[in-house]
């Protein structure tokens, strides 16, 4: 059966072959694909670059390479109305010719032969798409061309292709090219909202672009799209209702300008994606324009303070998408380096990054909510940082030192914790100046010594939203999802949650206080060096926000700071796009370990002997330290209280156990330096021989063995040295502390060698051990003389 259906098919190919017309079609159809493989058809079109919203809609429109508003018109931009309204006008065959309609090109040769001159085309919109894409004089030999590029484009394109193509392409005068362009332009509609006399107005244009021209001639304009209305009508191509309501509609048609939203993020996805006509950003219109529109007028207000320009970053954070972003308050202000992206500029934070320096301490075991920091005068080596108001508190918990953003006690805790695990967790969050500055940075660095964006920080907060995890930001819809990096366990990201929701703290603005204006936020504020930046990030269950207010010049502007420039902003911010939050932070599913434990108030320690009010704290099981209250300690004294005496000089009866506060010398000096009354373990027995022998009886605290009590100090003004700080101890002490004029200089182990750079003048040196005794001497530096 298949032999025999063979043979009858390699007869009827014999047959065929004996035709001339075969042989014919059998040639030219391999010297077609021969000139197809070696000039093959390449459609490099130009098209103006779109950002749109999540939506769809069109946020931002630049202008093409070759300076034209081409806008790339997608296969769902053609309505079946649009397509029918064309189709009737240029080619009604559009759907069934291989790309020339025979018998319209005979039709037209034979009129422009009878008449002697050009009386009609025969043009199919596949040969008009040819002729824009590669223009040409009208010639004969021009046209050949054509029919061969539109056999091409036919070949390697479907029709719904072509036609898309041709509708990105057909002018519309200037500088306007394609239906998409037209519409937005001159309707500020995309096509798919078109009406049909709309429409109808577009498919007019392109061939008569200079007579009809939108916005000018209107009237005429009118007149030929109801003739062509007339037209649809005659051909049944529309119902009647719907050619009525057309001929009756007024035409509304003015040069608009292009949208210009978001400027700042447009073109960074611009450049990001430049041979792409259509970049999809995740911003949401809505937010997008009420967040600048709230930016522009809250930037005019300030501007009487000599503050120009702000910066708002705000993420969802679900899916850490960027729904609204602003990098200027106004992006056409050239004075103010309006055109500066404010979410990408390098800042110094302030205390901005203080929350996470308290997470990494509690996921280090260091520190529980309520553990006793010392905010007192405080000398780290050379470096004596300084409270912001310029006043010390003594003895605080650690949630208080967070939600009144104290700067000793961070200073402390960073020493303590270490700057490497600070720089790494910074690094590990994509913190790309850090990463830069890690081998310089130092324990300044938490008071705003290193360089931040407001977008590294705004994602850096989205982690104590998302129980301590981050992701990268997401600003466009392609963006693929990464696994999250887990920076702070779901523990600490809730403890410093729950501390950033106080609102009893020195950084909620004026006239904030008991207002129903407060949102239910956790927040922290930062103001730099010299206020030249302020900050407030803040963030609840749905988004995440980042204001920065300053100047992109650096000038600084004494009524800059966190609390009161840059938080009304984000309270504004907070109340107009998600005012009905109501759901606070509850403690996730995910912080197993988090538990609570009975600790003395006095220390944040289990309590101890002497602990009477125990109240509760939160605590890490298995990572939170577990130590004794030791904040009072037993003493033997005589009866009267006068002496104290040791295990090797108590006598035999006659002594009285009592118990006296037992703080650090720093905390003590603290306390006497600002008349603060305590109770003060009563002098060592003073004739103890356990530690200095006779020679020393009647003295008690460390022996300072370098330098020399009473003795002069030359030094050289133009080469200093340094001198050295050395004592001798008991074997039971572990820590000194080390005092110039009755300033804290160093605390170090009682080995440890301790330098410093002397000054001339008068010297009082003290050295004071973790039993409670001290030693004092004095000394005279002198310059040498020359």
């Known amino acids: 059966m298949f032999r025999s259906i063979l043979r009858n098919v390699r007869g009827i190919i014999k047959r065929l072959w004996h035709y001339r017309l075969v042989k014919t079609l059998l040639v030219a159809l391999l010297i077609f694909f021969g000139l197809d493989f070696f000039f093959p058809f390449r459609s490099r079109v130009s098209y103006s670059t779109l950002i749109t919203a999540r939506d769809g809609s069109i946020l931002h ?80 030999a021009s046209k050949l061309i054509e029919l061969f590029r539109a056999l091409q484009l036919e070949l390697h394109y479907s029709k719904d292709e072509i036609l898309q193509l041709y509708l990105n392409l057909i002018p519309y005068g200037g500088n306007i090219e394609g239906l998409k362009s037209a519409s937005l332009l001159y309707f500020g509609k995309s096509p798919t909202l078109l009406s049909l006399a709309e429409l109808t107005t577009l498919t007019i244009i392109p061939n008569r672009p200079s007579s009809l021209r939108l916005g000018v001639h209107n009237a005429l304009v009118v007149q030929e799209r109801n003739r062509w209305l007339a037209r649809f009508r005659t051909s049944h191509l529309f119902n009647e209702t719907t050619i009525a309501d057309a001929l009756n509609e007024p035409l509304v048609a003015y040069r608009r300008e292009a949208p210009q939203l978001a400027p700042h993020l447009s073109r960074r996805l611009r450049l990001a994606n430049p041979d792409v006509p259509i970049v999809r950003s995740s911003l949401s219109p809505t937010i997008q324009s009420t967040a600048e529109r709230l930016v522009q007028q809250y930037a005019n207000r300030l501007r009487a303070y000599n503050i120009h320009n702000s910066a708002v970053l705000i993420v969802d954070n679900q899916s850490s998408e960027v729904v609204a972003y602003i990098g200027s308050a106004d992006f056409g202000n050239t004075f103010d380096g309006g055109q500066v992206d404010g979410v990408r500029a390098i800042r110094s934070p302030g205390s901005a990054l203080k929350p996470f320096l308290y997470g990494l301490a509690f996921d280090a075991g260091i520190i529980t909510p309520k553990t006793k920091l010392a905010d007192v005068p405080t000398n780290f080596g050379g470096y004596e940082p300084d409270n912001y108001d310029r006043r010390f508190n003594g003895p605080v918990t650690a949630e208080f030192a967070l939600a009144n953003s104290l700067n000793i006690p961070a200073v402390a805790l960073l020493n303590e914790l270490g700057t490497p695990a600070l720089v790494s967790t910074l690094q590990k969050a994509g913190f790309s100046a850090i990463r830069k500055q890690a081998k310089a940075l130092g324990l300044s660095m938490i008071l705003g010594g290193c360089g931040v964006t407001l977008e590294e920080m705004t994602r850096l907060y989205t982690s104590l939203a998302n129980e301590g995890r981050i992701s990268p930001l997401a600003f466009s819809s392609s963006k693929h999802q990464t696994d999250p990096t887990q920076l702070l366990s779901p523990e600490a990201a809730y403890l410093v949650t729950h501390t950033l929701t106080q609102i009893t703290r020195p950084d909620l603005p004026n006239h904030f206080d008991n207002s129903y204006h407060l949102p239910r936020i956790a927040w922290k504020t930062g103001t730099s060096y010299g206020r030249r930046d302020a900050w407030s990030i803040g963030y609840n269950q749905r988004y995440t926000i980042g204001v920065w207010v300053g100047n992109f010049s650096g000038v600084g502007v004494a009524e800059l700071s966190g609390a009161n420039t840059a938080t009304p902003l984000l309270f504004q911010l907070f109340n107009v796009l998600d005012y009905n939050s109501s759901v606070g932070f509850k403690i996730p599913k995910t912080a197993t370990k988090l538990s609570s434990r009975l600790i003395c108030p006095e220390s944040g320690d289990v309590p101890g002997e002497f602990c009477a009010n125990p109240v509760t704290d939160y605590c890490i099981m298995g990572i939170s330290r577990y130590r004794r209250c030791q904040h009072r300690k037993a003493v033997f004294t005589n009866e009267a209280g006068t002496i104290a005496y040791c295990a090797h000089c108590m006598p035999d009866s006659g002594a009285v156990r009592r118990d006296y506060p037992n703080v650090s010398p720093d905390i003590m000096a603290f306390y006497q330096s600002h008349s603060i009354p305590i109770e003060a373990i009563p002098p060592h027995n003073p004739a103890c021989e356990r530690v200095f022998g006779s020679r020393d009886a009647g003295r008690t605290g460390p022996l300072i063995t370098s330098l020399n009590d009473g003795s002069e100090y030359f030094i050289n003004p133009k080469q200093q040295a340094e001198l050295e700080l050395a004592c001798q101890v008991s074997t039971d002490v572990r820590t000194v502390f080390w005092y110039l004029n009755d300033k804290l200089y160093r605390r170090a182990k009682p080995t440890e060698a301790v330098f410093f750079r002397p000054r001339p003048g008068l010297l009082k040196v003290s050295c004071a051990d973790d039993k409670g005794q001290s030693r004092d001497i004095r000394v005279v530096i002198k310059n040498e003389e020359r």
């Not at 079946?80 to 010719?97: Q, S, T």
């Not at 309609?101 to 085309?121: C, I």
């Open 61 to 140: 429109a630049f202008l093409s390479r070759d300076d034209k508003w081409r806008m790339y018109a997608e296969l769902n931009d053609i309505t079946p109305a649009l397509r029918d309204a064309i189709l009737f006008k240029e080619d009604n065959y559009f759907w069934y010719h291989p790309g020339f309609n025979p018998v319209a090109m005979v039709r037209a040769a034979a009129r422009n032969l009878l008449t002697g001159r050009r009386t009609s085309g025969a043009s199919t919109i596949t040969m008009q798409t040819v002729r824009l894409l590669e223009p040409r004089e009208r010639t004969y």
